[in-house]
């Protein structure tokens, strides 16, 4: 399978998908806001009230909430999700800090276009607690996953990975906060290397198309 290259007659239209702060998005934000890039913000939508919607307004990009809370069921809220991106017609899906577990349907429709940041080295430690399960482990080494999004639970194709070492007076919190600084930098290049080159798949093995030397 091959995903082709997105920006070649303008900048890739970008959805991104929040739950809180939204540092990650402002990450995007900024890149995209950035002369000649690959990247447009299009819209920006939450599951809730928070306070990384700001950022989108901060930066005229249209943000929408799709308060989980307020339906009746997960089919539901699914449904509206899902109407709510296809109406940005976007190219690609960004997670950033997204804490809902997406329905079937999204990843089908943009199937290979759904990209997700995730704070630990998968396949280690999948699921809403990255850091808090590696320092329960011991490990010496955690990080930051950009993958993209399947049917499963932080279990699609790996983009990129970075290193983050975990300290021994480290708490969930502060192995988090340093996480998220290479996380910002990692997502965005990522996006961008997706947007303008692409990426090829070998069974589960995923190969950004960068240009060889």
């Known amino acids: 399978m ?35 890039s690959p990247l ?7 599951d809730r009230d928070c306070s990384g919607l700001q950022h989108a307004l901060d930066y005229g990009v249209p943000t929408h909430v799709i308060n989980f809370a307020d339906f009746a069921s997960r089919d539901a809220w699914d449904a ?4 709510c991106i296809t109406a940005a017609e976007p190219d690609l899906i ?18 290979g276009a759904i990209i997700n940041t995730h704070p630990a080295l998968l396949p ?33 194709p790996i983009l990129a990975q970075a290193a983050v070492p975990v300290l021994r007076d480290d708490t969930p919190d502060t192995l988090q906060e340093r996480i998220k600084g290479v996380e910002r930098e990692l997502l ?11 990426y090829s798949l070998e069974g589960r093995v995923a190969h950004l198309n960068l240009p060889t030397a």
């Open 2 to 36: 091959s995903f082709p290259a997105l920006a070649t007659a303008g900048p890739a239209r970008v959805v991104v998908l929040i739950s809180g702060s939204g540092s990650n998005l402002l990450a995007l934000l900024e890149a995209a806001r950035s002369e000649g």
């Open 94 to 111: 960004v997670c950033a800090g997204f804490m809902r577990v997406i329905g079937p349907e999204l990843p089908e429709l943009y199937r």
């Open 80 to 83: 509206s999700l899902l109407t």
């Open 40 to 46: 447009e913000i299009v819209a920006v939508v939450a």
């Open 188 to 198: 965005v290049n990522t996006v961008a290397a997706v947007a303008v080159h692409g």
């Open 124 to 156: 280690a430690f999948p699921g809403a607690h990255g850091a808090r399960d590696a320092l329960t482990h011991g490990v010496k080494v955690s990080g930051v996953t950009v993958h993209v999004v399947d049917a499963g639970l932080d279990t699609g």
